[in-house]
């Protein structure tokens, strides 16, 4: 059974989303504050953390960048803040997708299942199979390990940029709009919030683009989306 952590000093919207998704199969445990909440991030083993942005001692920011500095589980980060710096934040430390107070339960649930299927399709790679490898100019795509090389150095990637990366150098010179790399990578319809795809894109940029202003690799179509060049 998958395990999630809901991080949430409200306790009747930690008792709704738990009561939800243990309903849809999930086991679930809550905790209070963010230093609570860090804690069994850490040294429990969970499949997704539900992580609130506003909480007591330590914020959701802090224990979003935190968790994924030990670990690539999926993180929903969800607020009542509905303002894009808060989102771009979020996203830009790691989170994997931001929900806004407030949302349906349901919603909730079927965000939840989409990360973790996709999550799980992508780790759940056969030891027996040979590394599948993408090599574009100096880039270097371990797919079975999941792990990017840039120039033979080694750089970190959350699951979620791992993905974005790979798909567009899967698919060069092909432009892709912002919703159709959300559909893609989130397995879901972005209802009109691109903002992921953004934050993910610069921070990708950041980690495989010898300048950013000038990028090599992922090329901005204005208007429409982005590109993988070769």
Known sequence: MSRILIVEDEESIADLEKDYLELSGFEVETRNNGRDGLQAALEKEFDLVILDLMLPEIDGFDVCKQIRGKKNI??????????????????????DDYMTKPFSPSELVARVKAHMARYDRLVGSNPSKNNDIVEIRGIKIDKTARRVYIDGVEKNFTTK???????????????????????????MESIGDIAT????????????????????YIETIWGVGYRFKV
């Open 161 to 187: 940029e791992f993905d974005l990366l790979t798909f567009l150098a899967e698919n060069p010179n092909h432009v892709y709009t912002k919703d159709e790399l959300f559909r893609q990578i989130w397995d």
């Open 197 to 216: 795809v953004t934050v993910h894109i610069k921070k990708i940029r950041e980690k495989i683009e010898y300048d950013t202003a000038n990028p090599q």
């Open 74 to 95: 999926p993180i929903i980060m969800v607020s009542a803040k509905k303002d894009d710096i808060d989102k771009i934040h979020g996203l830009g430390l790691g989170a």
